[in-house]
């Protein structure tokens, strides 16, 4: 099924829904939820989810899970989307966050064969056999670690999305502590209460999956860099590698190949 909204299909006798949509350049989907957990998956181009709990980059390639009822907003930069919608008693109780996930060379496959198939397919033949396989496939899917944490205290969250509107490798927990009125120890204290990570590991976090949504728009490693405050690109690199585990060229070579080899 391709290009027709969920809430079209919701009541579809079947446990998994498969959905391909294209969107277009920079569409923004406000806040909604869906009654069955979403796995998204982008074929080419980029996606940020937002929730209240904080922002998921989606480059090529990987997908996002989405809970049962829990409210998003994406944004869809060149993405033509690949989604199965999943009744909730098959959410495993292990994924009832949002996550950004790998997708394996089979699971990219049968994402794309599901969204061609009949939508009250055969469960006990062929097409039943690929969804149960991909279900099957979303359960060893990596975690990849995309995700900026957001915290509930107002001034905190204010002060969180102000800096990633403008993100800087040298802010200064000081500066945070004493614009809130805090010390430092209970500043640093609050911060890891409120996002499980300290300040210095959030704000590299934060900067690298940024940067990874520039470089899918095709900006410099050098731009980045001295956008973001390193001293230089190389020592962005080595910060992007140490988080990310690849280099920030290797995600460059991604991108161009999806381009290359896209055949949708």
């Not at 806040?31 to 929730?51: I, P």
């Not at 989307?81 to 997708?103: F, G, H, N, Q, W």
Request: charged share 20%; with cysteine.
């Amino acid at each position: 099924m391709r290009n027709v909204p969920i809430h079209l299909l919701d009541h579809t006798p079947r446990t998994v829904v498969a959905i391909g949509t294209d969107y277009p350049h920079g569409f923004l989907q406000h806040s909604h939820t869906h009654r069955r957990a979403q796995l998204l998956y982008g074929s080419k181009g980029l996606m940020r989810v937002v929730t209240n709990r904080g922002n998921w980059i989606v480059p090529p390639q990987r997908a996002v899970w989405i809970p049962p009822l829990v409210a998003h907003e994406v944004l869809y930069l060149g993405v033509s989307t690949r989604s199965l919608y999943i009744e909730p008693e098959l959410a495993l109780s292990s994924k009832m966050d949002c996550r950004v996930i790998s997708v394996s060379p089979l699971m990219r496959q049968l994402l794309m064969e599901s969204v061609d198939i009949p939508l009250e397919y055969d469960e006990s033949g062929r097409d039943g056999v690929l969804m149960q396989l991909l279900l099957y496939e979303l359960a060893r899917a990596k975690e990849l670690p995309l995700f900026i944490p957001l915290p509930v205290d107002e001034r905190l969250l204010a002060r969180c999305q102000s800096f990633l509107q403008a993100p800087d490798i040298h802010e200064s927990p000081h500066t945070w502590a004493h614009e809130m009125f805090m010390s430092d120890r209970s500043f640093s204290r609050m911060f890891r209460e409120q996002t499980s990570m300290s300040f210095g590991q959030w704000r590299q976090r934060a900067c690298v999956v940024l940067a990874l949504a520039r470089l899918s728009a095709g900006d410099s490693i050098t731009r980045i860099a001295i956008d973001f405050g390193y001293e230089s690109p190389s020592a962005f690199s080595t910060m992007f590698k140490r988080i990310l585990g690849r280099a920030p060229t290797s995600y460059i070579d991604d991108i161009h190949s999806v381009e290359d080899n896209d055949v949708e």
